[in-house]
C-alpha cells in the first residue's frame, strides 16, 4: 500500500480499516458495504480468504517480499503489492485486458491481511525465494 497505484479513495479506505483494526480488533462489518461500493465482486471473497488465513508473506534475508494467497479453487498465487500484481487469470483478464476491477481477489485480500494483521508470515532463504519467483515464470510459459 506505499505509492501502488490504487486511486486515492482505495488507498484511504485500506488505512482507515487499519486504523480500526489497530484500535479496536474489529471493524470488519463496518467497512463492508464501502469494500464493496469500492471493489465490487472481489471484497466478499477477498473477505473470506482473510478470515481463512489464506495469506502468507514470504520474506528473505535480503528484504525481498512477496505474498502467496491460497485461492478458494486451492491454488497457489503469486502477489506482488509494491507494483500491484497478481498472478491468477482474474487479474490478467479482469484487471489488466478488460479493465472491469481494480483488483482481483487475491491482491485485495492482501491488502486487507495487512490492514487487519491478518498475514501468515514464512522467512525463506534467498535461493528459495528465487525458486517461488522462477516457478511463477514456468507456470506462465
Known sequence: MDGSTLPAVAEELLREIKRAFQQTSGGRDTFSSRLKFIFGPAAV???????????TRVRSPSGRTLYQVLGSSGKLYTCYSSCHFCTCPAFGFSVLQKSESLLCKHILAVYLSQAMGACQELSVSEEQLTNILLAEEEDEG
Open 45 to 55: 471473497p477477498a473477505l473470506d480468504l482473510v478470515d481463512q488465513r489464506s495469506v
